[in-house]
């Protein structure tokens, strides 16, 4: 993944009179595979975008200083940025089977004061390894060390830690690190709480109005339902993004992450994003909630 926020430059097209939108998104295959047409105006109707690049702990610090109109986060930044970003109810990341992963070096390892490797403490898949470790791991984990997501199956194999929580297209690759999967933190989840995985999210500032924020909403869902009519159309702009990705990985990567959820969060989508932060909530991971917090834009 890229470390830096890039700047990509955007064709031209005014939906309004006004200055295009900012938007910042990661490389990962999901989301330029969902806002491929958006991006490159394709999209009839929807506000023009100006598109930068970030890795999703990087968007989440933006939108905790309020920077960029619209935003590709973790559910975890949620409690603290929703005062001033309105949850989008499509264009994330929900799913079954797609959960972060711990890994180790051997088989079967107690974590029990051992020292972790993580992307990131205000991510999604640090809340659900905290809130599986609370009722795994009695003794409690040891260190936690937050790593580029890159540097975690090094660091792994290479006894730099003792374990590491990998998320994206590291379920496909982790075993050429010769590492084993000790726990599967979406499938803990899921046997849990029978609910989706909850992600990514796309937020938007409120201080557009109601009127844009639903237009938003449109231009999103209608992007990702482009890139499933036609995938080979998305698919230069998707691999060009992806850092040398295995094409087939991508698809995988793609498979996963982009679903039912993805054009619209429903019924079940609210309700894993609420039963996850109450749950991180109720163990001091997160603030708690207003209770219309995620009223839908």
């Not at 060390?145 to 290479?158: K, Q, S």
Request: aromatic share 8%.
């Amino acid at each position: 993944m890229t470390s830096q926020p890039q700047p990509v430059p955007t064709p031209p097209h005014e939906a309004d009179s006004g200055r295009p939108l900012d938007i910042a998104f990661s490389p990962c295959p999901n989301d330029t595979f969902v806002f491929e047409a958006w991006a490159h105006g394709r999209v009839p109707g929807a506000p023009a975008l100006d598109v930068t690049f970030a890795d999703i702990d990087i968007t989440n610090g933006m939108a905790e200083r309020g920077e960029f109109d619209i935003l590709k986060v973790s559910y975890a930044v949620l409690p603290y940025v929703l005062d001033e970003y309105a949850l989008l109810p499509c264009g994330g990341a929900l799913g079954r089977g797609c959960g972060p992963l711990v890994l180790t070096k051997e088989a079967g390892t107690d974590l029990t004061g051992k020292t972790v490797a993580v992307p990131s403490e205000r991510s999604t898949a640090y809340l659900l390894f905290r809130l599986w470790a609370a009722e795994v791991v009695p003794g409690g984990v040891g260190e936690i060390v937050v790593l580029p997501f890159h540097e975690i199956m090094p660091a792994v194999r290479d006894g730099k830690v003792d374990a590491g929580l990998v998320i994206h297209e590291a379920r496909f690759t982790y075993q050429n690190y010769g590492l084993h999967c000790l726990a599967d933190m979406g499938a803990h989840w899921e046997s849990t709480t029978g609910l989706p995985i909850p992600l990514g999210a796309i937020i938007a500032k409120r201080s557009l109005g109601a009127e844009t924020l639903g237009r938003l909403a449109d231009a999103a869902r209608a992007s990702v339902r482009m890139a499933w009519d036609d995938p080979e159309v998305s698919r230069p702009y998707v691999l060009a993004h992806s850092q040398e990705m295995d094409p087939a990985v991508a698809d995988q990567h793609i498979g996963l992450y982009v679903n039912e959820f993805t054009a619209d969060l429903g019924e079940d989508g609210y309700a894993a994003v609420r039963g996850l932060l109450t749950r991180a909530a109720a163990e001091g991971l997160v603030p708690p909630l207003r209770h219309d917090a995620l009223r839908p834009a």
